[in-house]
Structures are given as structure tokens and as C-alpha cells.
DNA sequence: GTTGCCGGGAA
DNA sequence: TTCCCGGCAAC
């Protein structure tokens, strides 16, 4: 649709090559003044359409040229120096109007002094038009045409779908790592490409961005396989430009062709920054083991204590089979008010710390994961056998709970400082009214986990929340429904304890119709 | 029907 | 961000 409407835009007024009128091989310059469809006659093939370009003469005078007469003439210009690299794809989509352009656009640096001068020729001929306004308009031409992005070999494409996929992934699983933006602009590019030049061009499906497809930054964890509309001309144009090498400046390109890239890259992820987590809230993992109840800010920090503290392995990450990640939990502090005494905890500065582990859920590292053993053998054997350390000093809180909304994440829970009381703490560790050395949310599993929990040490105080946590997590997968909604609490809430006619002593959460906060199970 | 609360909209 | 409510599901 549009994208025709671009093409026919960018075609008029472009600087375009034809052959000679006098017949005598040197192909000329010349304006597209106007296009004109026209049904071919029977010598053509399929009676297809084809387009008949008016084109302003370097003499002044007007001619008519087929497709195949200025693209010829295009040919016989580039023919004389090599194409550029990222050309190779663009010249060979078979579209005869983008294929026109480019040509002229992207010669090489010799072709670029021929048509220098005939530009000026042209210049004095007819319209006002200077030399550098003929670079102006190569941009201009360039970047509104039909010029897939074949920049990239194919093994570097295959690179930069792995590159794109894992820092998608890193996008929508921390918002504060941030990798090179340009390589991932450029995987991006070179994987979505690959539908574009599998092919010859069709007007409609090779849109004016060549391919190039963008999604929303608010959707940072969108699928890159559903993108969203391709960019305007102008919001692609950036990312057209470095294929061109122009050296000019003008209204229309203003811009360094690097710094486009760059520009269009950082346009591109610096949309996510305002999503990036409050300064107030960290999130910070907390081992699960007895006696223990080390907090440390990353998770690779709280598997490598596990690891080597409480599973006694001394060998790297490598080796480990994700067996960590069961004694460790997810807590969301809120620093505003635990610093202090996360800072006595915490022996290690989050600021300081690595970057987290590709994906810093733990959970969804296991589910992700099938190499991973599953957990419930291990539970199991290790409650048959009673001979491993798992078995002898597992924690004995073996859970995991989430909370989504930032009310909840907020509110104020005691958790105990080590996990070692296993007679009903969880039941006392959940009352709000205690005294608390810091506030926390606990976080419940956002995807399913198909392992069940079993622990030694079971407690029966947390016996109800634990059996529903058993029951959502050995569910099927397909039951994110049953997840995405939190299990109706059993104990007393809000609207049960002071009732509707007292429903300013409610808490915040009930009041919204929320998940009740200070009356939590 | 009541209750808890998720998802989403309005301000 | 706060506040509110429709609607769903568990009870």
C-alpha cells in the first residue's frame, strides 16, 4: 500500500541514467519528471505493466525511457567498478525501480566523479541544483526506495539472531543490561532481512524499509517474530544511510551516515530506560538453607555461595545442575528502608557485583532449561536416601512466591532472618504485625514450575500456602491461567474482619479490590 | 450469592 | 501513581 506510495514518491524528481539519445553508448543523466504506467504490448512478456519515465534531459529536453532503458543505463555505469558489499542484495532483488536507484546512488568512488560533473552540467542546464545537492538528493532518492539490508554475511546474521535473541532476552529480563545497540540493531536487521531477500522483491511485500522491521520499545518483551508495522520513511531513513556512504549534507540528510546508525540504534533502546526498575526497589536473593539466610544481590553470587557453601562444590558454574537454584529466593527489597540492614547481610555491594546471569529468574532459567534435572528426583531421592547434604541440611522453606503489583512488593513483611526455625515459621514470618528486621515481598513463581516442593523439614504453619504451591506447580505448563491468578487466601481479610461498614480501616489493597495485603496467607 | 482479586481504565 | 471498578473464579 503505502510502501507503492513511496516508491512512485521517490522515483519522481530522482537523478537517473538513460541511454544516450544519440545511440552512441554514454549514458546520460536526467531527471524523472513523471510515470507513467503503461500496459505492455504482446511482445512483452505476461502483458505485464510496466512504467514509462519522463525524464528531464540534461539538454532541457524531455524523453520517455522504459524501465529497461534507464536501467540499462545503470548497469553500464555500474558495471564499471565493483559494488559495494551491502549492495549485492539490493541489486539482485530484481526490482527494476529500486534496482534503478541504488545504481545511481551507490556507485563506486570513480563512478561518484562522472556523475559529479554531469551533475553540474545539469545543474547549469536547468534546474538551480548544486553539486552537493546532488548528494542530497542521492539520500533522498536512497532512503525512500526499496533497499533491502543485506548487509551482513549469512554467518554473521546467524550470529546476530543469537546476539538478538539473548539480548532480547536480557531486555525483557533486566532492563539494566543493555548491550551494544548497534550489533543487535544490525542482528535484528540481518534476521528479518533474510525474508526479504530470500527472493525477488514484489512491490507489496518488499516494503520501502527494505525489510527492516522495529517493535515498540514498550513492548520490550515482545516477541521479535511478531514485529510490529514497519517505520515510516523518515523513522527508517537513519538506518538506510550508512549503506550509501554519502559525504554530503543537506535538509533532507543532514545527518553523518555513522552517527545515523547510532542515532537510530540508541532511538531504538533507549525507549526501554523509562522501564527500568525503581531506584528504591532491588532485588535481592536470599539463601533458603538452614541456619543460613545469606542475602546477596545477585543470583549468581547466591548460586556460587550455595554451591560451594551448603552443596560443597568447589567447580565452577559450568558444572552445576541448577540444583542451587531451589535454595535460594527472589526478594524484592525496598532499599529506602532496608539498606541499613541489608548492608550488614549483604557482603557484597549490588553495585559491584557481575552483571546477573543471562536470566536472572531462577525459575525460569529451570524451566527454560531441559538439561536441568528435575527437581522433585532430587527432593525425593534425597528424602528416600537421607545420605546427601540436601537431604541432611536442606532449607526448609523451598518455595518461591512473587508478587506482581508494586503495592504488595511494598508492603511490609517480616521474614524470619534465618530459615532455620522449621516449626511453623512461615506461619509467624508472614504475620505483618511482627517485628521485622527488614520489609520484603516474596515473590510467587510468574510461570509454571513443574517440580514439586518437598522439603525434610516441612513446617505445617506453611503447610496450606505449600500444598497450593505444590498444586499450581505441578500443574501442566499450559496452566499459566491458573498461575497468572492468585490462589484465593483462606485466612481472614479486610472485608471479613471490619466488615463493609468499616471499610476505611481496610487496607489499601482491599479497599482497591486488590490482592489483601494485610492479611496475607 | 459472597468473596478475593486480576486486569484495566480514569484521573 | 493512585484510585476505582468490571468481571472472573473460588467458595
Redesign the pocket.
Known amino acids: 500500500m503505502h510502501t507503492r506510495r513511496l516508491v512512485k514518491r521517490s522515483i519522481l524528481g530522482s537523478r537517473v541514467y538513460a541511454p544516450s539519445p544519440t545511440g552512441n553508448g554514454a549514458p546520460v543523466t536526467g531527471v524523472v519528471q513523471a510515470v507513467k504506467q503503461k500496459n505492455r504490448d504482446v511482445s512483452s512478456a505476461a502483458g505485464a505493466r510496466f512504467s514509462v519515465y519522463t525524464v528531464l534531459m540534461q539538454d532541457g529536453s524531455l524523453k520517455e525511457f522504459s524501465e529497461e532503458e534507464i536501467a540499462a543505463g545503470i548497469n553500464h555505469i555500474v558495471a564499471k567498478g565493483p559494488l559495494k558489499s551491502s549492495l549485492k542484495h539490493s541489486s539482485s532483488n530484481g526490482a527494476p525501480e529500486s534496482h534503478k536507484v541504488e545504481g545511481g546512488s551507490l556507485s563506486p568512488e570513480t563512478v561518484e566523479e562522472q556523475r559529479f560533473s554531469e551533475g553540474r552540467r545539469v545543474g547549469r542546464d536547468h534546474d538551480t541544483r548544486s553539486v552537493s545537492l546532488l548528494e542530497q538528493k542521492r539520500k533522498v532518492v536512497s532512503s525512500s526506495i526499496d533497499v533491502p539490508h543485506a548487509r551482513r554475511s549469512e554467518e554473521e546474521v546467524d550470529m546476530d539472531k543469537v546476539t538478538a535473541a539473548m539480548v532480547l532476552t536480557s531486555l525483557s529480563s533486566s532492563p539494566l543490561v543493555r548491550s551494544p545497540p548497534v550489533k543487535v540493531n544490525d542482528g535484528l536487521c540481518g534476521s528479518w532481512k533474510d525474508n526479504g531477500s530470500a527472493g525477488p522483491f514484489t512491490p507489496s511485500s518488499n516494503s520501502s524499509s527494505g525489510g527492516y522491521w522495529s517493535w515498540s520499545a514498550a513492548s520490550d518483551q515482545s516477541n521479535p517474530s511478531t514485529p510490529s508495522p514497519p517505520l515510516s520513511a523518515d523513522s527508517f531513513k537513519p538506518f538506510l544511510v550508512p549503506s550509501m556512504g554519502g559525504v554530503g549534507s543537506g535538509p533532507t540528510g543532514p545527518e553523518d551516515p555513522s552517527l545515523d546508525e547510532q542515532d537510530g540504534s540508541s532511538l531504538l533502546f533507549d525507549e526501554p530506560i523509562p522501564r527500568k526498575r525503581?531506584n528504591s526497589m532491588k532485588v535481592m536473593f536470599k539463601c533458603l538453607w538452614k541456619n543460613c539466610g545469606k542475602v546477596l544481590s545477585t543470583a549468581a553470587g547466591i548460586q556460587r555461595h550455595i554451591r560451594t557453601i551448603h552443596l560443597g562444590r568447589s567447580c565452577d558454574s559450568d558444572c552445576s545442575d541448577g540444583e542451587e537454584d531451589f535454595y535460594y529466593t527472589e526478594i524484592k527489597l525496598n532499599t529506602d528502608s532496608v539498606a541499613d540492614g541489608l548492608s550488614s547481610l549483604s557482603p557484597v555491594s549490588p553495585s559491584l557485583l557481575p552483571p546477573p546471569p543471562p536470566s536472572p529468574h531462577p525459575l525460569l532459567s529451570q524451566l527454560s532449561d531441559p538439561h536441568r534435572p528435575p527437581p522433585p528426583s532430587d527432593a525425593k531421592e534425597s528424602r528416600g536416601g537421607g545420605a546427601t547434604p540436601l537431604s541432611r541440611s536442606a532449607p526448609s522453606a523451598l518455595y518461591l512466591i512473587h508478587t506482581?503489583?508494586?503495592?504488595q512488593a511494598t508492603a511490609p513483611v517480616s521474614i524470619p532472618s534465618s530459615s532455620s526455625n522449621s516449626t511453623g515459621s512461615a506461619s509467624t514470618s508472614f504475620t505483618p504485625t511482627n517485628s521485622s528486621s527488614f520489609s520484603v515481598s516474596w515473590q510467587s513463581p510468574p510461570v509454571t514450575f513443574t517440580g514439586a516442593m518437598v522439603s525434610p523439614s516441612k513446617s505445617q504453619g506453611f503447610g496450606e500456602q505449600r500444598s497450593q504451591t505444590i498444586a499450581v506447580l505441578s500443574s501442566p505448563p499450559r496452566a499459566t491461567s491458573?498461575l497468572?491468578?492468585?490462589v484465593?487466601?483462606e485466612g481472614k481479610?479486610c472485608?471479613?474482619v471490619y466488615g463493609m461498614e468499616n471499610r476505611d480501616m481496610w487496607c489499601?489493597a482491599?479497599?482497591?479490590?486488590?490482592?489483601?495485603q494485610r492479611f496475607t496467607?
Do not use: I, L, M, V
Open positions: 525503581k506482581d503489583h508494586a503495592y491458573a497468572s491468578r492468585k484465593r487466601g481479610k472485608r471479613k489499601t482491599c479497599r482497591w479490590k486488590k490482592a489483601c496467607d
